[in-house]
């Protein structure tokens, strides 16, 4: 699940899993988590301005910058990008 710690505070939002009844962070660091998507070998979370790719091991990096949107995003969710 996404969790936004503090709405615009900038890496305090995570993604959560709950494994055997306990929840624990998969992967930190994030800017106001959003829509989640699981494609192919990764998780792909919708933040603020960007898209982050997260592999198995909780590893991020920024699978699409806001330089790769025909204008820059205010707040992106997947359904908007349908």
């Not at 939002?13 to 959003?34: M, W």
């Amino acid at each position: 699940m996404t969790e936004i710690a503090e709405a615009g505070v900038k890496g305090d939002g995570k993604i959560t899993v709950i494994r055997d009844g306990k929840a624990s962070t998969f992967a930190g660091g994030l800017d106001d988590p959003k829509g989640i998507m699981f494609f192919h070998d990764a998780l792909y979370v919708t933040e603020v301005t960007k898209i982050v790719r997260i592999d198995m091991q909780g590893k991020t990096s920024v699978a699409y910058g806001p330089e790769k949107f025909p204008k820059p995003p205010q707040l992106l969710s997947f359904q908007q990008l349908k």
